[in-house]
């Protein structure tokens, strides 16, 4: 597509339950990043993800964090029982390397609210 | 590991006045160095990128930054702001082996 999508673009869960939130980058690049903004907060590496290589997972706040990129392209940022503390915007990027670098795209993020 | 220091978190400053927004980063490689802006309740948008050759950058709605090697500075300038660059901005660095690393951000208010 012509930009980097998330969905859903809101989200509200109840304290316990699991999330899932999905970002399709842009068709191509091979580098995606997951971030989080909290209110007031700067962005929070979470998970980045090149190519077919292992994934930099050091960012993950905790083993409740998971993410996958299936096939290269989309990817899913899974949350298990949640809690307030992870409402945040989870922002997607997706950018291309391999000889081929010119930045960062972003999608509008994924504002997630615990109640 | 690399880091981004935005020294500024607020910056007022009235419209048409020029502007200065500082960044300063530490790393130990060669590094691409981004400014991002973020309108109240938007996206990100990468405003303007250094990635190599010339170290003075532009953006198309006057905004311009430049790399300074030996100060490990990218300060982000525009000489007559306008009430629609109220925003915050934000610096990042890119050392091609780790993760994009971003600065606290730096609340621009323009005022009338």
């Known amino acids: 597509g012509a930009g980097v999508s998330q969905s859903p673009s809101n989200k509200v869960t109840e304290k316990g339950k699991d999330v899932e939130l999905r970002c399709d980058p842009i068709?191509?690049?091979?580098?995606l990043y997951w971030y989080r903004q909290s209110l007031g907060q700067g962005l929070e590496f979470l998970i980045y993800?090149?190519?077919?290589?292992?994934?930099?997972k050091s960012g993950l706040p905790s083993d409740r964090f998971s993410a996958e990129r299936t096939g290269g392209s989309v990817s899913t940022l899974t949350i298990q029982r949640t809690q307030q503390e992870d409402s945040a915007v989870y922002l997607c990027?997706?950018?291309?390397?391999?000889?081929?670098?010119?930045?960062?795209?972003f999608g509008s993020g994924t504002r997630l609210t615990v109640v | 590991a690399q880091s981004v220091t935005q020294l500024d978190s607020q910056v007022p400053v009235f419209e048409e006045a020029p502007v200065e927004l500082r960044c300063n980063y530490s790393?130990?490689?060669?590094?691409?160095l981004f400014w991002y802006v973020q309108y109240p309740n938007q996206g990100l948008q990468l405003l303007l990128k250094?990635?190599?050759?010339?170290?003075l950058v532009e953006s198309i709605n006057g905004f311009e930054a430049e790399f300074n090697k030996s100060q490990t500075s990218f300060h982000l300038r525009k000489p007559s702001v306008h009430i629609s660059d109220t925003a915050e901005y934000f610096c990042?660095?890119?050392?091609?082996?780790?993760?994009?690393?971003f600065g606290k951000g730096t609340r621009l208010s323009v005022i009338a």
């Open positions: 993800f090149q190519g077919n290589s292992a994934p930099d």
């Open positions: 990027a997706s950018g291309y390397r391999d000889g081929a670098f010119y930045g960062y795209t």
């Open positions: 250094y990635l190599s050759g010339s170290t």
């Open positions: 990042a660095v890119d050392s091609g082996n780790t993760p994009l690393v």
């Open positions: 068709s191509g690049h091979t580098a």
């Open positions: 790393s130990s490689v060669s590094v691409y």
